[in-house]
């Protein structure tokens, strides 16, 4: 069992950068794939960055690949995304994953466990 919980998200401006945290419970955590995932309203519920349980490998959705960047600690139990150049339409609530068998996958329906979520907000 993994609980996961995200943090870090709120309001900034274009340009701007945010640095969202998700802290997992559970012995799985090294050994799972961990992805970032969002939502914005009235839409699908969307893949944004993925990482290996060694951090060797990473995913990333076309649409913020070069200004996110995922990153773990398995040590802290955590991962990380870092958003710079932000855009008004990377508001979304954003969702962080665990994928306790792999390999490495956007698709949401391979991650097991998901956490409730954190509101980012941009403003133009």
């Known amino acids: 069992q993994v609980q996961l919980v995200e943090s870090g998200g709120g309001l900034v401006q274009a340009g701007g950068s945010l640095r969202l945290s998700c802290f997992a419970s559970g012995r799985t955590f090294s050994s799972s794939v961990m992805g970032w995932f969002r939502q914005a309203p009235g839409k699908e519920r969307e893949f944004v960055a993925a990482?290996?349980?060694?951090?060797?490998?990473?995913y990333y959705a076309d649409s913020v690949k070069g200004r996110f960047t995922i990153s773990r600690d398995n040590a802290k139990n955590t991962v990380y995304l870092q958003m710079n150049s932000l855009k008004p339409e990377d508001t979304a609530v954003y969702y962080c994953?665990?994928?306790?068998?792999?390999?490495?996958?956007?698709?949401?329906?391979?991650?097991?466990?998901w956490g409730p979520g954190t509101q980012v907000t941009v403003s133009s």
């Open positions: 994953a665990a994928d306790i068998r792999g390999p490495l996958s956007l698709r949401r329906s391979a991650y097991d466990y």
């Open positions: 990482m290996s349980w060694s951090g060797g490998s990473t």
